[in-house]
T-cell receptor, first 109, second 113 residues
């Protein structure tokens, strides 16, 4: 079966750096996506990786290793507004998005 | 402001009743999707439409139906609601069916008693 694993919950301190890991086993691969979802709101697109390596976008970076079935989302200079759930999703060979359950990130002052 | 509009935002429904969740987008996106989100589970695809006039079944289609008469509208119908359909429902769209960059509506919280 297809599976995406990510930690259920993480806690970090304001101003620090946090890395949220995602491992996947899917039928084929056409890209990995990270979404941010604040409590009670809709998910919003953060990043997309299709080739190995690091993609940087401001305070957020996303890394992909296709051979290891592994990605991480790196958040720098954490702010209170970064408290949210972060969803990892993979586009499989049929172009269907397979979603992880999400990682709830709690930021403490 | 362009985007996706869902209605209603919240609804309490008696079991056995029929309910339609509405979804409208003004971005002229070809593909549209209905997901449900339950605590501890990832987003689960109910139905999708790659283009107007076509629909397909997702991971959890039982008890739900959809139609796509035009590009903008993609309503989701629960023919006879059951308590296990209590969930938050998200409509989403993308400019093509081969991308994972989706735009989501604000969600419809449905409680079936």
């Amino acid at each position: 079966g297809q599976n995406i694993d990510q930690p259920t919950e993480m806690t970090a301190t304001e101003g620090a750096i946090v890395q949220i890991n995602c491992t996947y086993q899917t039928s084929g691969f056409n890209g990995l996506f990270w979404y941010q979802q604040h409590a009670g709101e809709a998910p919003t697109f953060l990043s997309y990786n299709v080739l190995d390596g690091l993609e940087e976008k401001g305070r957020f970076s996303s890394f992909l290793s296709r051979s290891k079935g592994y990605s991480y989302l790196l958040l720098k200079e954490l702010q209170m507004k970064d408290s949210a759930s972060y969803l990892c999703a993979v586009l499989d060979s049929n172009y269907q998005l397979i979603w992880g359950a999400g990682t709830k990130l709690i930021i403490k002052p | 402001i362009a985007g996706i509009t869902q209605a209603p935002t919240s609804q309490i429904l008696a079991a056995g009743r029929r309910m339609t969740l509405r979804c409208t987008q003004d971005m002229r996106h070809n593909a549209m999707y209905w997901y449900r989100q339950d605590l501890g589970l990832g987003l689960r695809l109910i139905h999708y439409s790659n283009t107007a006039g076509t629909t397909g079944k997702g991971e959890v289609p039982d008890g739900y139906s959809v139609s796509r008469a035009n590009t903008d509208d993609f309503p989701l119908t629960l023919a006879s609601a059951v308590p296990s359909q209590t969930s938050v429902y998200f409509c989403a769209s993308s400019d093509s069916s081969s991308t994972g960059e989706l735009f989501f509506g604000e969600g419809s919280r449905l409680t079936v008693l």
